[in-house]
């Protein structure tokens, strides 16, 4: 079935390191596809999101292409902060409000 | 974005009683409410599916009698888990969402089993 596989965790750079996290998901069709980030003790909030192919999101200097060919949606900002210390979850929907499939979460710890 | 509050934030109960977790959308009406588990560093589960006046659509393997769920009005979800057990301690989560609109994520619900 259809799914979302990213880079496990943990992650650990040092604060301004340059950040990837990997992220492909397979579908029968062309779902949306986002990144949602879990700060400690509270729920997931939105990050960035993509709709159809060549779609690049962008927010708080995180970015992330929906690549059809390769069936990617990987995560990158140029300079990581300790505030960015959080876990990252790769996710896709069908439509903004159907049901979100997770990937498992990386958890993402930066160093002063 | 819009508000999704989840109430409460953590409950601890005894096992074998109930407990409601209540999910709202504070300033947008939602059409379409959804019901996440997640277990402890792991990802987030989908339970089940609620539209406003009708019956829950759950994931297969999620048991419709131990976690009821009601979408009675366009601002309220509940989630009860009757007779808690040990093993259904984890955070639950809800998002909401109008139409086809971006989903909101509440802040998440701890319960823990004792």
């Known amino acids: 079935g259809d799914s979302v596989t990213q880079m496990e965790g943990p992650v650990t750079l040092s604060e301004e390191a340059f950040l990837t996290i990997n992220c492909t998901y397979t579908?029968?069709?062309?779902?949306?596809l986002f990144w949602y980030v879990q700060y400690p003790g509270e729920g997931l909030q939105l990050l960035l999101k993509?709709?159809?192919?060549?779609d690049k999101g962008s927010n708080k200097g995180f970015e992330a292409t929906y690549r059809k060919e390769t069936t990617s949606f990987h995560l990158e900002k140029g300079s990581v902060q300790v505030s960015d210390s959080a876990v990252y979850f790769c996710?896709?929907?069908?439509?903004?409000?159907?049901?979100?499939?997770f990937g498992s979460g990386t958890r993402l710890s930066i160093r002063p | 974005g819009a508000v999704v509050s989840q109430h409460p934030s953590w409950v601890i109960c005894k096992s074998g009683t109930s407990v409601k977790i209540e999910c709202r959308s504070l300033d947008f009406q939602a059409t379409t409410m959804f019901w996440y588990r997640q277990f402890p560093k792991q990802s987030l589960m989908l339970m089940a599916t609620s539209n406003e006046g009708s019956k829950a659509t759950y994931e297969q393997g999620v048991e419709k009698d131990k976690f009821l769920i009601n979408h009675a009005s366009l601002t309220l979800s509940t989630l009860t888990v009757t007779s808690a057990h040990p093993e259904d301690s984890s955070f639950y989560i809800c998002?909401?969402?109008?139409?086809?609109?971006?989903?909101?994520f509440g802040q998440g619900t701890r319960l823990t089993v004792v």
């Open positions: 579908a029968t069709g062309y779902p949306s």
């Open positions: 993509a709709t159809k192919a060549d």
């Open positions: 996710a896709r929907a069908y439509s903004s409000a159907s049901k979100i499939i």
């Open positions: 998002s909401a969402s109008q139409g086809d609109t971006e989903a909101f």
